[in-house]
C-alpha cells in the first residue's frame, strides 16, 4: 500500500480479503487456534513457523491494525499495546535493561514523566529529563557512556511544545542510539516522524486515533532504520535470546527484530495486549482521521485566532499562531496543521478559570483529550489539584491554565459556548 496518499491508506491498508471473505475486517475474538499436529504447533513456538496460536502473541484483528498503523507511519513493522502508556514502556524496556540510561525532553505526558522517572528508576533503568529546546550541545552534556535512546514528543501534551525532531534525531545517532518520538496528538496524518530521522515511534492510540474515546490503547512502530548491529550497545537485539531457543533477532529478522524481540519477549513476558474488539474499534477510528483531523485543526485554528483577539483572555498558546513560540517548528513539522489542543489563560487567575468552566455548556469537564467531542479541563483542579500555587508554576501549569480540546462539532456553536462563558 506504500504508493497511496494517507487518506487512502486509512480506508485500504492492513486488511485485504480473498475471494469470498468479509469485505470490513472481521473482529477474531478467539484466545486460541487449533493444529493437526504436534509437531505444526511446536514449529510455531520455535518461530519457525509463523502462524497464529495465542492471542497474547499474535491475533489477526489486531496484526491487521498494526499492520495499517505501521504503514500509516511509513515503518516495517509495528504492534499494539493495550494503552499508551504500555506502549511508552515497551518502547524503552524492548532495549535497556538495568544499569541502562535514557535521555527524555522534559516536556512529556505526565503519565510518561511518571513512568520514566519513578517506575522505571525502581528497576534500575535511569532517565535524564532535558528541555525539548536544548541545544545540540546540551542534548549532547546529557549522554553518557550507558546511554541506549533519546525520548520526546511531536507536540507534548499538555505543554504544545513542538520538539525539534531533526536536531533530536541527530544528536541520537551521533551516540549510536535511536530516537523514538511520541506522536499521539500529532498523528501521522500532520506528522510522520520516521521522515525526520526518527527510529520509533508509540501513540496513545485512546486520542485521535481511535477518536470517539471508546477504547484505551497503544501502538509501538519501528522504521526498520536503525542499525542495532552497527551501533554495538544492544546485545538484546543482536546476541542469541536464551528465552527463545538461542534466536539472535537482528539475524534471524532483519528489520523487522525490535518489533519480532517486543513482541516474542515483552509481550510474551508482559502481556499488555489489546481485545480484538477495541482494535477493531480503533480501526474504525483510523478510517476517518484524516477528515476529522482537518476538522480539529479548523476548528482550533479559529478558536485560538478568537480567544487571542478576546480581551477576557491573558495569553494562548497554539502553534498555529504566528505569533506562537512554536510557530516555525510548527511550519516546518506540521505544515498542515498541528492538533486540536490549546491552552490559554483567562484574566483573573484561578478564581475566573474556574467561573469559566464551570460555566461552559458545550465543552464537558473531562479527563480525557483529543476526541470528537469538544472538553477541557483544568489542571490546576484536577491533573494539579494537590499543588500550591507556587508547586504549580514550577510544573509549568500556571493557575489560570485552561487546557481545551476542539472537537469537531460547528466551530461557531464552540465559539458561541466560549463566549457566553466568558460572558456569564
Ligand atoms: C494519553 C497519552 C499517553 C498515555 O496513553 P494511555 O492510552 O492513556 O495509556 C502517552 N502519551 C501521550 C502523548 C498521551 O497523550
Known amino acids: 500500500m506504500s504508493d497511496y496518499r494517507i487518506e487512502t491508506k486509512c480506508i485500504q491498508s492492513g486488511y485485504t480479503p480473498e475471494n469470498g471473505e468479509p ?8 484466545t486460541t487456534w487449533k493444529y493437526g499436529s504436534t509437531e505444526a504447533m511446536g514449529r510455531l513456538f520455535d518461530l519457525e513457523d509463523s502462524g497464529y496460536f495465542y492471542t497474547r502473541l499474535a491475533n489477526p484483528t489486531n496484526d491487521a491494525v498494526a499492520a495499517k498503523i505501521a504503514d500509516l507511519e511509513g515503518g516495517v513493522a509495528a504492534i499494539l499495546t493495550s494503552s499508551g502508556q504500555a506502549a511508552c514502556f515497551y518502547s524503552i524496556f524492548n532495549i535497556c535493561t538495568a544499569g ?3 535521555v527524555c525532553s522534559s516536556s512529556v505526558y505526565g503519565g510518561t514523566f511518571n513512568l520514566f522517572g519513578v517506575t522505571m528508576k525502581k528497576l534500575g533503568i535511569e532517565v535524564t529529563f532535558v528541555d525539548p529546546d536544548s541545544t545540540e ?4 552534556n546529557a549522554v553518557r557512556p550507558n546511554t541506549k535512546a533519546f525520548f520526546g514528543e511531536t507536540i507534548a501534551n499538555p505543554a504544545l511544545v513542538v520538539l525539534d525532531i531533526e536536531k533530536w534525531a541527530k544528536v541520537a545517532h551521533k551516540n549510536n542510539v535511536p530516537l523514538i518520538i511520541d506522536n499521539t496528538f500529532a498523528t501521522p496524518v500532520n506528522c510522520r516522524p520516521f521522515e525526520w530521522g526518527a527510529d520509533i515511534v508509540v501513540h496513545s492510540t485512546t486520542k485521535y486515533m481511535d477518536g470517539h474515546a471508546t477504547s484505551v ?3 509501538v512502530i519501528d522504521s526498520g532504520n536503525f542499525d542495532w548491529e552497527k551501533a554495538g ?3 538484546g537485539l543482536t546476541t542469541p535470546d536464551a528465552s527463545y531457543h538461542g534466536i539472535t533477532y537482528t539475524e ?4 523487522a527484530a525490535y518489533i519480532t524481540k517486543m513482541t516474542a519477549q515483552v509481550m510474551r513476558d508482559l502481556g499488555s495486549i489489546p481485545s480484538p474488539h477495541n482494535a477493531f474499534l480503533l480501526n474504525l477510528g483510523l478510517e476517518t482521521l484524516p477528515l476529522r483531523m482537518e476538522r480539529h485543526c479548523s476548528n482550533a485554528q479559529k478558536i485560538a485566532e478568537y480567544l487571542s483577539s478576546n480581551d477576557k483572555i491573558s495569553w494562548v498558546k497554539y502553534c498555529g499562531l504566528p505569533g506562537d513560540k512554536y510557530h516555525e517548528l510548527g511550519q516546518k513539522y506540521l505544515p498542515n496543521g498541528s492538533c486540536g489542543v490549546i491552552s490559554f489563560g483567562v484574566k483573573g487567575g484561578r478564581e475566573a478559570a474556574v467561573k469559566f468552566m464551570d460555566n461552559l455548556k458545550l465543552a464537558a469537564i473531562v479527563t480525557h483529550v483529543a476526541d470528537a467531542r469538544t472538553s477541557v479541563l483544568h489542571p490546576a483542579s484536577h491533573t494539579h489539584r494537590q499543588l500550591t500555587d507556587e508547586e504549580l508554576l514550577a510544573a509549568g501549569v500556571t493557575p489560570d491554565l485552561i487546557r481545551f480540546s476542539v472537537g469537531i462539532e460547528n466551530v461557531d456553536d464552540i465559539i458561541a ?3 457566553q462563558a466568558l460572558d456569564a
Open 23 to 30: 469485505r470490513v475486517l472481521p473482529i477474531y475474538q478467539s
Open 100 to 102: 541502562d540510561h535514557f
Open 137 to 140: 550541545e546540551e542534548l549532547q
Open 217 to 219: 490503547g497503544g501502538v
Open 233 to 235: 550497545k544492544f546485545p
Open 252 to 255: 534471524k529478522f532483519g528489520k
Open 417 to 419: 459556548d466560549i463566549q
